[in-house]
Every structure is written in C-alpha cells, then in structure tokens.
C-alpha cells in the first residue's frame, strides 16, 4: 500500500509541474510529425552547373535530363569551367558537369568520351552522393548498352517495399523517447528533489530503499509506454505506417530498454549532487550511446575499434530488435539476442544503480 500511496504522490507532482505535462505533450508530436521527416539520409535539391562544350543534340537531351530528375537543381549553364567553379567556391553550386567537345561525335561512334564531374567536397556527403547521381546518369548516355544491361537487373525489395525512409526511422525513435522519458525526467526529478531537501522527508521514513526507487521510476515506465502507444497511433493515422510482427514484442523490447534508461538515470543521480551535474552527464552518455546505435547510419560502416562499443550498447540492441519486429515482421527468436543482451545490461545497470543509492535512516 506504501507503495501506491508513493506513486500517486509521483502522479500528483508531474501533474504540478510546469514543466512535464508540457513535454509529455509535446514530445508525441515531435517524435511523430516533426522527426521522421528531418532525419533523412536521403541527398536531394543538390545544385549543378553545367558546361556545354559540345552544343549538341545529344549534350542537350543529357541536360533535361539532369534538370527533370528530382534530385537535382538545375543552375543553368557557364562559359567555362573556372566560371562554374566560382559558384562552387561561393557555394552557389555544389556539383559541376562538363561536357567535352565532340561528345555528340564520339558516343555516336560507340567511344566513351571522358566527362568532367567536379563536386563541392566541404559538405563530404551531399558532394559524394551527388557525383555518383550525376555520373548514373551521363553514363546512360555514355554507355547505352551497359544501361540497357543494367536496367534488366531486377530488385526485389522483401522489406519498405517502396524505399520508404520513415519505415525505417519511426521504430528507432522510440529509443530516444524511451531515452528521454524514463532516463532524464527521473534522474532529473530525484537530483531536484536533492537541491529542494524534500528528499531528506522520506529518507527519514521507514519506506525502504526498493519502495523509494520503485515509486519513483514506474510513473514515467507507464508515461513512457503510453506515449509510444500514442506515437504509434500517430504513425498509423499520419504515415499508413504500422507493426509488421507482434507489438507484444515491441513492448517487451521498450520495457527492458525503459529499465535500462531509468536505472541508469538513478545512478547518475546517486552520484550528482546538483541538477546542472546530471544534466550534464546524462548527456554525454546519451549522444554517445545514440550515435554509436545505427541510429542514423548502419554500424556495420563503423571502423572495427568502433564497432566494439555496439556490443555493450543497449541503444544498438534495442534499434536493431525493434526494427526487426516492426520492419521485418520478425518474431521471438529472430530478437532473442538483442532481448538477452538487453535484459542483461539493463540488469547490470540496475543492480549498480540499487547497491549505490543511500538511504539514510
């Protein structure tokens, strides 16, 4: 009874403060409608200049194509190639094609001749991924039948059929819900309560240890889960997005990762003494396990020293399971090692963070 009377008075202060209920709100939408489209690895709107050497026929068709693909802006055409590169350096441009004279002449006659891709490297990716767009499609023209033969190479795409980005960003943020949730907000209450004295009031009570840290971490377990119920109804009614495989899965997945976050909130906040301290901390751990979790690109184009770090990342095992259920319709067993190694460093996580709470009494 200690404890429900304990977590009723966690509901009554979240319930109070200015803060939370502001979050709780908010956080959904963010997750849901904001997010998925921001974190996208996908190079668009990537601006080209071109350089007519040939004025042909064919140098003109290779143009309106490179204008009429999505993935390209069309800056219109320079007198030279050091004009073009002007814009590269004011960054007006981020790619530049130049087409050799004869090029009408010499793909006629079945040569290949040599086009001039140069790219803005400042911005590694956006100038990488843009030359290869770029050079997919002058080899089109360069190289017919090398397109042709490519073109009957059939792909068949078992999972996000339609390439879709979102399918496969929506279930990952869950971790950095889950992350926010249930490992900030209580490290962030029990730390305040700390700087008020008003944890002093039940360490003096005969309320044991495990009551204390119970009645403290369940209330955002459940706000925790509720919101990711609600972000999936949100992915649902805004995206068509649903579940592949069984949400029990997805659940039992959020449920050891949320003990994970909240035990390792409570043990920053055992070694904190101000709210400023465990900011601080919690977010040097947090960018550290969400960027190093395939998060945002595959941890397999990790260098091997980094790889290492992904077998004691929860956030890793986490993602990587709950994309297996959600994306891939995977069941019990296609998860059991990320669940095991979950439930094992949550378990870790948590005796530590038990063991070196003090009570005083």
């Not at 530049?96 to 006629?108: H, N, Q, S």
Request: aromatic share 12%; charged share 15%; glycine share 6%.
């Amino acid at each position: 009874m200690t404890l429900k009377y304990l977590i009723e008075k966690e509901f009554l202060q979240m319930r109070r403060n200015s803060f939370i209920p502001k979050i709780i709100f908010v956080f959904p939408v963010m997750i849901m409608c904001v997010m998925p489209w921001v974190m996208n690895m996908e190079v668009k709107n990537i601006v080209v200049d071109v350089v007519d050497n040939d004025r042909s026929s064919t140098s003109r068709r290779l143009v309106s194509a490179i204008a009429s693909s999505p993935y390209f802006i069309y800056n219109g055409e320079r007198e030279s190639y050091n004009v073009a590169l002007q814009d590269i350096e004011h960054s007006d441009a981020d790619v530049v094609l130049v087409v050799p004279p004869e090029f009408d002449k010499r793909t006629a006659r079945g040569e290949r001749p040599q086009v001039l891709i140069a790219a803005n490297a400042v911005n590694g990716t956006k100038g990488s991924i843009g030359a290869s767009y770029l050079s997919q499609i002058v080899t089109a023209y360069v190289a017919p039948k090398a397109s042709a033969i490519s073109g009957k190479v059939q792909t068949l795409n078992l999972y996000n059929k339609h390439q879709n980005y979102k399918v496969f960003m929506i279930p990952a943020l869950m971790g950095i819900l889950l992350m926010m949730l249930c490992g900030f907000l209580p490290a962030l209450n029990i730390v305040g309560e700390k700087e008020k004295g008003t944890i002093e009031q039940i360490n003096v009570t005969p309320v044991s240890k495990w009551t204390f840290i119970l009645a403290k971490l369940i209330p955002y377990w459940i706000v925790g889960l509720l919101l990711m119920t609600v972000c999936f109804i949100l992915s649902w009614l805004v995206y068509g997005i649903t579940c592949q495989g069984s949400l029990a899965l997805v659940y039992l997945l959020a449920i050891v990762t949320a003990i994970f976050f909240s035990s390792f909130g409570l043990l920053v906040s055992n070694y904190s003494a101000t709210m400023q301290q465990a900011m601080l901390v919690m977010w040097f751990f947090v960018v550290i396990l969400m960027l190093l979790s395939g998060l945002f690109t595959p941890t397999r184009s990790m260098p091997d020293w980094a790889y290492i770090t992904t077998y004691v990342n929860p956030m890793h095992y986490f993602i990587d399971g709950i994309r297996t259920v959600f994306v891939r319709g995977g069941g019990f067993t296609a998860i059991a090692h990320q669940l095991g190694a979950l439930t094992l460093i949550a378990s870790v996580m948590a005796t530590w963070a038990v063991v070196s709470y003090k009570k005083n009494s």
